[in-house]
């Protein structure tokens, strides 16, 4: 937002520095382009007015002697001619018979004015030829041309130009400042904002969002921070109400587990089915509050990640898996799986070990419980472009084009499952994990049968 502000100001700035800058050049080298013309007029006035003396009085000693000195002085070539197009005096190279110089003796002696060329530029370099009448009115009786220099008036206009343009970069400079201090005073509570609404999305205590800037946003601080405290306090609420009960239940459950199991020995054998089921449920109970603590707790670090640097740690996912791999292998004997771990080089993870190894526990354990006997159960770990990669793939049954969306919601299980031990939170707690480092969980068919599940997280630096 700030770099946009700033491109709408800087560019309304540029174009009044530009709408101010481009006239008074061209005024500049206006008024400077007169002042030469108004000099040289002014010469070849008093040049015209020897001219006519001279040919009043047959003697051009003193027009030559001052056409001399004046060439020899400012370095201009003069020509002065009579009615008859004779040349009178010619100095500097100059002569009448010059095509350019015939044409303004022509136009002077019809005592028609001529224009001395366009304004001047600071680049401009080639002479410009001026010329005047000698006489006035019917009695004109000859003519004068003299060949201006126009490179000192030309460095006097680059000069001006100059100190106009360094005029105007100090006014440009000036606004960029002013526009720079304008939009820090705007989007600095902005900032502020952000970063609350980053620390209150992530569930920590929410940060006060100072007031300032426009009266607008003064106003939008005020109710964010009202807003703050009511989200904050319900989400505390629900957090607290799903810790307590979890805690709340678990001494309960505990006791009742001991009274059911006091009770088996003076069971019916015909009780023994119900006692098998109570004590199942149970069993089911117990995981299901650690599972809510579990994603309790995931969600509350992925918080305080999306607000911190979340790229400060990394792991070598090869090592980590492989010693999982080796923790379920006894598991997945047990269950007529065979779990195999393919090595490869060093995978560095964006994510601490602690909860690499708990999302791989969740992903062999889905895979070993879901897969049935006789499945295959393959893990590994390998890089993908800028990506690091934890792969778990069964040849199991494997989950429906339709399942497959759902596979990571939470308490969700598919209906041929719905008899094995498990509570649906696993693969929303591994998702939750992976989301905190700026992961994701990727689930897709395995062929020709089965299920790949994909832990795709950031590569972390190189060892």
């Known amino acids: 937002m700030r ?15 530009a709408g101010f800058v481009a006239p008074l050049l061209a005024v500049t080298a206006a008024q400077r382009t007169q002042q030469l013309v108004a000099a040289r007029t002014a010469d070849l006035d008093r ?21 001399g000195r004046y060439t020899e002085l400012y370095g201009e070539a003069v020509v002065v ?14 002569r009448a018979a010059d095509p350019a110089v015939a044409r303004l003796v022509d136009a002077a002696l019809r005592n028609q004015p001529v224009a001395p060329g366009g304004a001047l530029r ?27 220099s126009v490179r000192t008036a030309a460095d006097d206009i680059a000069l001006r130009w100059a100190l106009v343009l ?4 100090l006014f440009a400079l000036a606004c960029v400042m002013l526009a720079r201090r304008a939009t820090q005073w705007v989007v600095r509570p902005l900032h502020r904002l952000d970063h609350a609404v980053g620390t209150l999305a992530a569930g920590l205590p929410p940060e006060h969002a100072r007031e300032g800037g426009p009266p607008e946003l003064r106003q939008l601080a005020t ?14 609420q629900q957090r607290r109400l799903v810790a307590d009960t979890s805690h709340q239940l678990r001494n309960p459950l505990a006791a009742l587990r001991l009274r059911i199991d006091s009770l088996q020995t003076h069971l019916a054998i015909s009780g023994t089915r119900t006692y098998t089921g109570v004590t199942a449920e149970l069993e089911r109970m117990e995981n299901l509050l650690d599972d809510l603590l579990t ?10 990640l999306a607000v911190t640097d979340a790229r400060e740690v990394s792991c070598d996912a090869t090592e980590v898996a492989a010693a999982r791999a080796l923790l379920w292998q006894p598991v997945a004997e047990r269950a007529g799986v065979r779990l195999e771990f393919l090595p490869g080089p060093a995978v560095p993870m964006i994510c601490a070990e602690e909860e690499l190894a708990q999302a791989a526990d969740i992903l062999l354990d889905n895979a070993i419980k879901y897969a049935g006997s006789d499945a295959a159960v393959v893990a590994r770990c390998f890089t993908e472009g800028p990506d690091a990669v934890f792969e778990v793939r069964d040849t199991g ?67």
């Open 3 to 17: 770099t946009r502000v700033l491109t709408v100001v800087l560019a309304f700035a540029v174009l009044a520095v």
């Open 295 to 304: 994603l309790a707790n995931a969600e509350h670090r992925a918080g305080e």
């Open 47 to 67: 040049f015209a007015g020897l001219a006519e003396q001279a040919a009043e009085s047959d003697d051009t000693g003193a027009l030559t002697a001052e056409v």
């Open 223 to 236: 109710g964010f921070n009202r807003m703050a405290e009511s989200v904050t306090l319900a989400l505390e």
């Open 122 to 148: 600071p680049w401009t370099r080639s002479d410009r030829l001026l010329a005047r009448p000698v006489g006035a009115g019917t009695r004109v009786s000859g003519a004068v041309v003299l060949r201006a």
């Open 166 to 169: 360094a005029g105007a970069g």
């Open 81 to 94: 001619v009579d009615a008859r197009r004779a040349p009178v005096v010619q100095t500097g190279g100059l």
């Open 397 to 463: 049954p494997g989950l429906t084009s339709g399942e497959l969306p759902r596979a990571g919601t939470r308490f969700w299980r598919a209906e041929r499952h719905r008899e094995v031990r498990g509570s649906g939170l696993g693969l929303a707690i591994a998702e939750r994990l992976a989301a905190g480092r700026g992961g994701r969980v990727e689930f897709a068919a395995a062929r020709p049968h089965g299920l790949r599940v994909r832990v795709v997280l950031p590569q972390g630096p190189t060892p």
